[in-house]
């Protein structure tokens, strides 16, 4: 008994097509590539075109083949929401803020984990209400459906 082929490539999320290199390596292999690109764009069709995947391919003697996918980290994901606010002072200086709206963050929640999205609402609210004064607002406002 042969032993399974693992490939391991990178993909864009709902990108991939038959052509070369990708229709190439699983040609030569023996699977029928239209029918893994057609399987792959439909599993990460959700996604943005800009998330570059991590997939591993698990093929087997009858080139049958299953995928699984490594999503992006979540620093790069955050690096990609993340907005910035310069703000003058009056003395001519500049403070430079960083931050990600709310929306972003219940959004990045749901594409991360399988928690409750109301207990993540609770622990947001918990954490800023704790830690409001750390940052230097005094008033923190904010709907936990975005509006």
């Not at 390596?25 to 800009?50: A, E, M, R």
């Not at 620093?75 to 929401?81: M, R, V």
Request: with cysteine.
């Amino acid at each position: 008994m042969k032993e399974d082929i693992i490939l391991v490539i990178y993909v864009r999320a709902g990108l991939a097509e038959s052509g070369p290199p990708l229709g190439t390596v699983l040609g030569n292999i023996g699977v029928q590539t239209v029918k893994f690109c057609k399987d792959f764009n439909d599993f990460t069709k959700d996604l943005p075109s800009y998330f570059l995947l991590k997939v591993k391919i698990v093929i087997s003697e009858n080139k049958n083949y299953t995928f699984a996918i490594k999503g992006p980290s979540l620093g790069s994901i955050i690096s990609l929401l993340k907005k910035e606010e310069r703000i003058k002072k009056k003395d001519g200086t500049e403070d430079i803020f960083f931050f990600i709206f709310f929306e972003d963050v219940i959004k990045l929640a749901k594409f991360k984990s399988k928690v409750n999205i109301c207990l993540l609402g609770i622990l947001l609210l918990s954490f800023i209400s704790k830690y409001s004064k750390t940052f230097g607002r005094k008033h923190i406002s904010f709907s936990l459906w975005g509006v």
